[in-house]
């Protein structure tokens, strides 16, 4: 029963996740002064060695459970509760983003445009936030649909050059994270988006009435977002898995040549699929920009465009798996201040769990021989 | 061969760009200063009318837009390989020739600057070069790069021996390949995932040693010695080219050496042949007997070498010392020139140039106060790639097997 479990898909990426957990720790432990000082003398006293390596380790990693599930140390119960709310608002736009991925990759494009199309959602959301002066029943909703139309404009621009000519989704999506992180770079420059008499790149603020509502108090990161998250899992699953727009997709996904044969219009197919990743892309967008930043600078898309690839890997492109793995990321994103202001382990840590995870995620028989666990005995 | 219009449409539009310029131009002069320090032979400053030299460059154009037109209607034969660049130079010029209006354009220091931004791009390229021509996409040139800067950093500095330091940088940019060969070959993962992961993860660890290791004594592990330049007798006394071309550091003599090397090598040897066999159809390379795997492994390891060492010219080449990113996403810029260059490591090398060319444009142009935004400089190879890959200017096809995992049965 348990080797049966181990075989299991969710069993690997859980392994894959220890493992990647372990190599971090290795790194905090050699990088840790106290380990390398007490490394000299290991021959004399060993345990000198030992408990240091526990104690960063162990120091650490508590760190990053204090900043994102919850803070034992803290006064107060607000402060207790705090971290796991930061590791959902930096969930919110991780999952919004892997979401539109895991689409994309179901249906057979791999979309690296995460980051410019989370630039391009936040542009045009950030535009109506901050320019159209309208009670928030009108406001917030209007800001929303521009970032998501904003967002599903640029990808779907991607499948239109697939479509037409062929032009290969990966390389075109690299090229359009430059092209929209400059043109934003430009747009903060100039009146278009630059606040008036401001010498740095930074918009003026989003109006109040078109942000998500903060329903936690202003002590809290964490809005509304959050529940726009969870209704686009829901979406999502719809629509991968019981609507006909979905089973085209999926059909592409699976074997263009047949899809075709089938009578799919692939050419459509392609831009539809990239509209729809870029929408929730751009959600994703739309969550930073009137969620949690306030106003629009160059770094608005953070790290998130690479996240969202590894949360749609690590999920498996399953929607609710893209919601665990998001979770889990985010977490990590939380934590990982705590852990260097506390710790002073660099933030950068989490990049390197992060890739190891994917790295480990998609080699199965990497994980298999690490825990030597027999494969599946696959049909051929 | 089915004929397309496409190439003969593009250059019909940016001729009558050109000739939008040469209509709306500024009256008045540019002028060109060629002269650098040592020239032997001084050249005198040209003055050029900025009317004459847009319009004669639009009427150039139009008529090679005319005569690809005639080679497509009339002769029914595909477009010539030497158009676009020639197009691409021409309207350049023109543009340049605008925006200098009025003031000085240092030739010179605008190719010196080019050429040093080109350096790693070049590099890089030829990374790319070598692994999609032998069936592995290699998105991990960046990661390839920055490690070759942080290990060339931090063995010069340990060690005081620079040459060290660049022979750890191509181990380390072999090691990061090693990575994604073993993970695209033998775990057969999707080469473009690995190569975008690869990417944060040396990122994620640089970042994290730049900030512990380093951070803790910048004297002993973050102050590599920096190559001299060194003039080539002779060679560097030829006027204009002279000083931009061999007045450099070592670096990148050993870069010209190595695209006329990997150039001869992918076209001219029996391994070059292996190489292309197998990224253009395995499975006929593996029927006559060439090994599929190693073949593979060997090419994408020599390709990681020569980005680690491209890497290296950042630390001991420019700065002489290590920053966080300090790559900035040159590798992608590699992965685009190599495109953009067809495949080919000379063309790759001349893609790249004109990329490092537009990049250091910003600067020449802040020199003078002009309003044109950096941004649209700088998105110039990225956009130049999306047309490419598009498939606008002529048609760009890589090695037929690139991107594909090959699974020995």
């Known amino acids: 029963m348990i080797s049966k479990f181990l075989r299991g898909n969710i069993a690997l990426s859980v392994l894959a996740v220890l493992v990647s957990f372990v190599v971090g720790g290795i790194l905090i432990a050699l990088s840790d002064p106290t380990v390398q000082s007490s490394a000299s003398y290991f021959t004399a006293r060993p345990t000198d060695l030992l408990s240091a390596i526990w104690n960063a380790v162990f120091g650490a990693y508590d760190a990053l459970f204090r900043g994102s599930v919850f803070n034992y140390q803290a006064a107060t119960t607000t402060g207790m509760f705090k971290p796991i709310t930061e590791t959902l608002a930096f969930a919110t736009p991780i999952t919004m983003a892997g979401l539109g991925l895991a689409v994309a990759f179901r249906s057979g494009l791999f979309n690296i445009g995460g980051t410019g199309q989370i630039i391009f959602g936040a542009i045009f959301a950030g535009w109506v936030g901050i320019n159209l002066d309208l009670p928030w029943i009108l406001h917030f909703p209007l800001a929303v649909l521009a970032g998501v139309f904003g967002g599903a404009l640029f990808g779907s621009i991607v499948g239109l050059l697939k479509a037409t000519t062929g032009a290969n989704e990966v390389i075109v999506t690299i090229m359009f994270n430059y092209i929209a992180a400059l043109l934003l770079s430009y747009f903060l420059k100039t009146p278009f988006l630059q606040a008036p008499h401001n010498i740095n790149p ?93 106003s629009l600078t160059t770094g608005v898309a953070a790290s998130f465009g690479f996240d969202a690839i590894t949360v749609a890997l690590l999920g498996r492109n399953n929607p609710f798996g893209v919601l665990a793995a998001g979770i889990l990321f985010g977490g990590l994103r ?47 | ?53 847009t319009w004669f460059a639009a009427i150039l154009m139009l008529l090679l837009a005319a005569y690809s037109w005639f080679r497509r209607l009339v002769q029914k034969r595909s477009s010539i390989a030497w158009l676009s660049p020639v197009f691409g130079v ?96 033998r775990y057969v993962v999707d080469q473009i995932i690995v190569g975008v992961v690869l990417n944060v993860l040396v990122m994620g660890i640089t970042n994290f040693l730049f900030s512990t290791l380093m951070g803790g004594n910048l004297a002993l592990f973050n102050s590599p010695p920096r190559f001299d330049t060194m003039p080539v007798p002779l060679l560097s006394q030829i006027p204009v080219l002279g000083p931009v071309l061999f007045v450099q550091t070592p670096i990148v003599y050993l870069m010209y050496l ?106 020449g142009l802040a020199i003078i106060g002009s309003h044109v935004p950096s941004e649209f400089l700088l998105m110039l190879p990225y956009a130049l790639t999306v047309i490419a890959v598009a498939g606008l200017v002529g048609k760009v096809t890589g090695p037929a097997a690139s991107g594909k995992a090959y699974i020995k049965s």
């Open chain 2, 90 to 185: 021409l309207f350049v010029l023109s543009v340049l020739t605008t925006l200098y209006a009025g003031k000085t354009m240092t030739l010179t220091a605008l190719l010196q600057g080019s050429l040093s931004l080109a350096v790693p791009l070049i590099f890089g390229s030829l990374a790319g070069v070598l692994s999609e021509r032998v069936g592995v996409v290699n998105i991990a040139i960046e990661g390839q790069l920055l490690a070759g800067a942080f290990c060339s950093a931090l063995v010069a500095s340990l060690t005081h021996s620079i040459w060290l330091g660049l022979i750890t940088a191509g181990i380390a940019g072999a090691l990061v390949a090693l990575v994604l060969a073993v993970f695209a070959i």
């Open chain 2, 1 to 53: 061969m089915k004929l397309s219009n496409k190439t003969p449409i593009i250059l019909a539009v940016v001729a009558f760009l050109a000739v939008l310029i040469a209509a709306f131009a500024p009256s008045g002069t540019t002028e060109i200063k060629f002269q650098a320090e040592g020239d032997l032979l001084p050249l005198p400053n040209i003055d050029v009318s900025v009317m004459a030299v």
């Open chain 1, 202 to 294: 930074i918009s003026k603020p989003i109006l109040a009435s078109a942000k998500y509502p903060a329903f936690l108090g202003p002590n809290f990161r964490l809005h509304a977002g959050v529940f726009a998250m969870l209704a686009a899992v829901a979406l999502v699953w719809w629509l991968l898995n019981r609507s006909t727009l979905g089973f085209q997709f999926r059909a592409l996904g699976h074997n263009p040549s047949a899809a075709r044969v089938a009578g799919i219009n692939i050419g459509l197919n392609y831009v539809l699929v990239m509209a729809v990743s870029g929408a929730l892309a751009g959600l994703a967008g739309t969550s930073q920009i009137l969620g949690t930043e306030g």
């Open chain 2, 258 to 363: 190595a695209v006329g090397v990997v150039w001869f090598v992918l076209f001219k040897t029996r391994w070059g042949l292996r190489v292309r066999a197998v990224g253009e159809y395995p499975k006929a390379a593996d029927t006559v007997g060439i090994k599929v795997y190693r073949t593979r492994y060997m090419s994408l390891m020599i390709g990681g070498s020569l980005a680690g060492i491209g890497g290296a010219f950042f630390t001991l080449g420019q700065v002489g010392a290590f920053g966080k990113e300090m790559t900035n996403g040159a590798g992608y810029i590699a992965l685009a020139a190599l495109i953009f260059g067809r495949w080919n490591p000379l063309y790759a090398a001349l893609a790249a140039l004109l990329f490092g060319f537009s990049e250091n444009l910003q600067f």
């Open chain 1, 334 to 380: 939380a934590g990982a201040v705590t852990m260097q202001a506390s710790q002073g382990v660099p933030i950068d840590i989490v990049f390197i769990v992060q890739s190891m995870i994917v790295l480990f995620i998609a080699a199965p028989p990497l994980v298999r021989s690490i825990f030597r666990i027999r494969a599946k005995v696959e049909a051929a």
